[in-house]
T-cell receptor, first 113, second 114 residues
Framework: DQQVKQNSPSLSVQEGRISILNCDYTNSMFDYFLWYKKYPAEGPTFLISISSIKDKNEDGRFTVFLNKSAKHLSLHIVPSQPGDSAVYFCAASALGGSEKLVFGKGMKLTVNP | KAGVTQTPRYLIKTRGQQVTLSCSPISGHRSVSWYQQTPGQGLQFLFEYFSETQRNKGNFPGRFSGRQFSNSRSEMNVSTLELGDSALYLC?????????????FGPGTRLTVL
């Protein structure tokens, strides 16, 4: 039973355009969400997070949107750059509890010059 | 601050052997979590240690075990290796506080079981 789902395995966009990465979750106890980026042969690196008290969080070119009623979050990258090409993982946990961090299977983003 | 370090980076073993992987967390971090990454399954949680105690455990068989030392360094052991254990094993450290706790990952240990 996959509690965090990234249904699209890959996405290809042109440099300068917007990249939208989607993530759905099933556990209503999740209320803290994170995005990680992973390059080959490296561990995942933290990108941005959002807690359920917010519906949007921005950090430079990266914005995460949370729709609690739909149990859906998305990561927007604007403008996309070739260096953004990597695998992106969505993760979720329950705030204040002892829930472990649950990851999606990842989505490969390719930004073409 | 130095990041999370994992040793060794690459390992080749044969079926039936056992292996021990090591993780040194970021200074001041008390929580260490271990994950297995495979192409088909993504990142799967193995277990988390906090202050030398296992605080959380994923759905892996008992062949997978771990421990944490008083300096927060952690080791993960896999006994009786199977071909399906071939994967990238990632360690992540965090402060360990419940709530908005961000994990920082090491580069991983690539284990190949022949």
């Amino acid at each position: 039973d996959q509690q965090v789902k990234q249904n699209s395995p890959s996405l290809s966009v042109q440099e300068g355009r917007i990249s939208i990465l989607n993530c759905d979750y099933t556990n209503s106890m999740f209320d803290y969400f994170l995005w990680y980026k992973k390059y080959p042969a490296e561990g995942p690196t933290f990108l941005i997070s959002i807690s359920s008290i917010k519906d949007k969080n921005e950090d430079g070119r990266f914005t995460v949107f949370l729709n609690k009623s739909a149990k859906h979050l998305s990561l927007h990258i604007v403008p996309s750059q070739p260096g953004d090409s990597a695998v992106y993982f969505c993760a979720a946990s329950a705030l204040g509890g002892s829930e472990k961090l649950v990851f999606g299977k990842g989505m490969k983003l390719t930004v073409n010059p | 601050k130095a990041g999370v370090t994992q040793t060794p980076r690459y390992l080749i073993k044969t079926r039936g052997q056992q292996v021990t992987l090591s993780c040194s967390p970021i200074s001041g971090h008390r929580s260490v979590s271990w994950y297995q990454q495979t192409p088909g399954q993504g990142l799967q949680f193995l277990f988390e240690y906090f202050s030398e105690t296992q605080r959380n455990k994923g759905n892996f068989p008992g062949r997978f075990s771990g421990r944490q030392f008083s300096n927060s360094r952690s080791e993960m052991n896999v006994s009786t290796l199977e071909l399906g254990d071939s994967a990238l094993y990632l360690c992540a450290s965090s402060l360990g506080d419940f709530g908005t706790d961000t994990q920082y990952f090491g580069p991983g240990t690539r284990l190949t079981v022949l």
